[in-house]
């Protein structure tokens, strides 16, 4: 089954500084990688896809995602944080069966500091 | 945005009641699921649809029922509601023409079961 883990419950940043949320993906076959956040009482929002290509996708909102095939991983990352980043980010992979539906991990909230 | 709408957006019940809850979009798109969010799970399919008529089964869908008479429409009943069947429900929809295309969410139904 595909599926992706997010190791890290809450990452906390102060304002300014570079970001990354962790992503780790296992999967057979080629990969089909994305990012959503969510804010308070909000559905997700799409922030990036990896599906091949270049192996650094840039997204929405200044995020980035770096995709890495030998360590199997696709993070997050923004190089300046803002307060308005804080929310809850979902890395998810889609599903080969099931009308390509996607898996997600569990989610990580990203707090960012003034 | 993406053309979504789910309602109710909250809603309390009791156990062994019956509940629906109604997907509506306004993109003609072909695909629509269901997922539910808990804490400490991300988001898990229900259900899903590939067309008018056309449903089948996720990863969690034991005393989940739907139907989509229309495109535009796809609802999600509970038959006898339970108290492990309280979450935040969101629906998603997806174009067709390639598989790789993201899902856009609605902004959730919270449902609680008492």
């Known amino acids: 089954a595909q599926s992706v883990a997010q190791p890290e419950d809450q990452v906390n940043v102060a304002e300014g500084n570079p970001l990354t949320v962790k992503c780790t993906y296992s999967v057979s076959g080629n990969p089909y990688l994305f990012w959503y956040v969510q804010y308070p009482n909000r559905g997700l929002q799409f922030l990036l896809k990896y599906i091949t290509g270049d192996n650094l996708v840039k997204g929405s909102y200044g995020f980035e995602a770096e995709f890495n095939k030998s360590q199997t991983s696709f993070h997050l990352k923004k190089p300046s944080a803002l307060v308005s980043d804080s929310a809850l980010y979902f890395c998810?992979?889609?599903?080969?069966?099931?009308?390509?539906?996607?898996?997600f991990g569990k989610g990580t909230s990203l707090l960012v500091t003034p | 945005d993406a053309g979504i709408t789910q309602s109710p957006r909250h809603k309390v019940t009791e156990t062994g009641t019956p509940v629906t809850l109604r997907c509506h979009q306004t993109?003609?798109?072909?695909?629509m699921y269901w997922y539910r969010q808990d804490p400490g799970h991300g988001l898990r399919l229900i259900h899903y649809?590939?067309?008018?008529?056309?449903?089948d089964k996720g990863e969690v869908s034991d005393g989940y029922s739907v139907s989509r008479s229309k495109t535009e429409d796809f609802l999600l009943t509970l038959e006898s509601a339970t108290s492990s069947q309280t979450s935040v429900y969101f629906c998603?929809?997806?174009?067709?023409?390639?598989?790789?295309?993201?899902?856009?969410f609605g902004d959730g139904t919270r449902l609680s079961i008492l």
């Open positions: 993109e003609n798109h072909r695909y």
């Open positions: 998810a992979v889609r599903d080969g069966n099931s009308g390509y539906a996607l898996n």
């Open positions: 649809s590939y067309g008018v008529k056309d449903t």
């Open positions: 998603a929809i997806r174009g067709s023409g390639t598989e790789n295309q993201p899902q856009h």
